[in-house]
């Protein structure tokens, strides 16, 4: 992000602005109601004939002196009323920005599909109104038309890769296949096959995932009972090379949507199951924060990750080691599905790890998913 140097706002430049306008006009109307007292005064000390009658006795000069200190008086008063007054006017005039930048936030973290509501009065902020709106609407169009594309190569792959798959199954399951490298080819083309399956399968999991319209299917969950399906889950997927612990510390549940969330956790475990050299540790917990916030974590003592690795692991398709990815057969998406799914639940994903000694994925749910241990409602 680009920092740009500190500047005063634009509400303080504009009451100085006002302020200095206001405390010039205040002086030059001072300047010019002066102006005829001091030429009347000078005009007065001319020596003049005794006056008589009814006007004897009353001095024909003015006392200019208290007359400017007054007028400084009066201008040093105008000088802070202008800067209160100018930053009220200021305010003013930018409320209605405020409120334009305000909205326009609202939008980009809610969903692009709401637009800033247009005023009856037609002005200039009306007109940066429609510009922002017709804005999102181009972004939307390109959002959705990203969507539908990644949703339709997906389905389009999805047939041919079933297919070709099929053939290989059956061609491997045949008798009288006795060459050896007609059998190697052969197996070689049903893992790519099935690599690509799982590609298209967690490309279509992230189109679901970011699409608006998919509402979240809300219900209390048995989160004890879902970790025991996980942790067995990882153990078969293990197939024994690791130690596993599943440490319950809090009865308390969340509500949320299960798939979604049996789908993150076992993303987690699957994810430490790979980068895990055989014989290593992995501990799944479950426990509740002293603020009320509900975590899942897993915490492997794997290869680790570089610091400069882990702000970008949620990224689609990015790799700190490619090779050993692909050795993995991961698909790149997985740590983006989670972090899609922990988003449409209001909680973050939180990643540590250390080179050589581990890491450690935490998902913070919030507070107001926390369903108390009583709660007879929560399902498996």
Not at 5 to 15: I, K, V
Not at 241 to 257: A, T
Not at 289 to 296: A, K, N, R, T
């Amino acid at each position: 992000m680009t920092r740009y140097p500190r500047r005063r706002t634009l509400r303080a430049r504009l009451a100085l602005l006002y302020a200095g306008l206001f405390a010039g006009s205040g002086a030059a109307l001072l300047i010019i109601a002066d102006l005829p007292l001091l030429t009347f005064s000078q005009a007065s000390r001319a020596p003049r004939a005794p006056l008589s009658g009814a006007h004897a006795g009353h001095p024909a000069s003015t006392n200019l002196p208290t007359v400017l200190m007054y007028s400084g008086i009066a201008l040093a008063v105008l000088i802070p009323l202008s800067v209160a007054l100018g930053w009220l006017v200021a305010g003013r005039a930018l409320r209605p920005l405020r409120v334009i930048t305000s909205a326009a936030s609202a939008i980009s973290a809610s969903g692009l599909d709401e637009r800033l509501s247009l005023d009856a009065a037609y002005d200039e902020f009306t007109d940066l109104k429609e510009t922002l709106n017709r804005l999102f609407g181009r972004l939307q169009d390109a959002f959705e038309s990203q969507r539908h594309f990644v949703a339709n190569a997906a389905h389009e792959l999805r047939t041919p890769l079933t297919v070709v798959n099929g053939f290989v199954e059956t061609m491997q399951d045949m008798p009288n296949l006795e060459n050896d490298m007609a059998r190697r080819a052969l197996q070689l083309m049903g893992d790519q096959t099935r690599r690509m399956e799982n590609l298209v399968n967690d490309l279509l999991t992230l189109s679901r995932l970011e699409n608006e319209q998919n509402a979240l299917q809300e219900e209390n969950l048995d989160v004890p009972q879902l970790l025991a399906a996980v942790l067995q889950e990882g153990m078969l997927l293990s197939n024994g090379q690791h130690q596993f612990k599943l440490d319950i510390e809090s009865n308390s549940n969340i509500s949320g949507s299960i798939n979604e969330l049996h789908s993150a956790f076992g993303n987690l475990v699957t994810n430490a199951i790979r980068y895990t050299p055989a014989a290593g540790d992995i501990v799944l917990r479950w426990f509740e924060q002293p603020d009320g916030h509900m975590v899942f974590c897993v915490k492997d003592s794997g290869i680790g990750i570089a610091p400069q690795h882990i702000s970008r692991l949620t990224e689609r398709f990015y790799r700190v080691d490619r090779s050993r990815s692909r050795e993995t057969g991961g698909t790149g998406l997985g740590l983006a599905i989670v972090k899609h799914i922990a988003m449409r639940h209001q909680a973050q994903l939180n990643i540590a790890s250390e080179e050589g000694k581990g890491s450690t994925f935490s998902i913070v749910f919030p507070v107001k998913r926390r369903v108390p241990e009583s709660d007879p409602t929560a399902i498996s």
